[in-house]
Nanobody
Framework: QVQVIESGGGLVQAGDSLRLSCAAS????????MAWFRQAPGKEREFVAA????????YYADSVKGRFTVSRDNARNTVYLQMNSLKPEDTAVYYC????????????????????WGQGTQVTVSS
């Protein structure tokens, strides 16, 4: 079993930055594909970013490309989401997710690829 815990959400103004952290335990961290998703009120959960096990490859949704950066520290069992130039439309609950079994990058953006999820952290961006 893998436990995933997010932190770092909050209320910021448009244009500000925020960094989310996600700690995972229960398995060797470097064996986990890690990703961030978000869900705004009344909307479906959507993919934000993913990072490969070695941190050699990252993937982003078009809506955050150039503003968000995903990274991981395998020594600290932690994945990060640096969010810059935040917009009101980035307001959502952000979820960290982990997968032991998915290796194909064509599946990184799919929520069903991930077996383990955190409880979510709220990010609110005011205009």
């Amino acid at each position: 079993q893998v436990q995933v815990i997010e932190s770092g959400g909050g209320l910021v103004q448009a244009g500000d930055s925020l960094r989310l952290s996600c700690a995972a335990s229960g398995r060797t961290f470097s064996s986990l594909l890690m990703a961030w998703f978000r869900q705004a009120p009344g909307k479906e959960r959507e993919f934000v970013a993913a990072i490969s096990r070695s941190a050699g490859t990252t993937y982003y949704a078009d809506s955050v490309k150039g503003r968000f950066t995903v990274s991981r520290d395998n020594a600290r069992n932690t994945v990060y989401l640096q969010m810059n130039s935040l917009k009101p439309e980035d307001t959502a609950v952000y979820y960290c997710a982990a997968s032991l079994t998915v290796y194909s990058s064509s599946r990184y953006h799919l929520s069903r690829s991930y077996d383990y999820w955190g409880q979510g952290t709220q990010v609110t961006v005011s205009s």
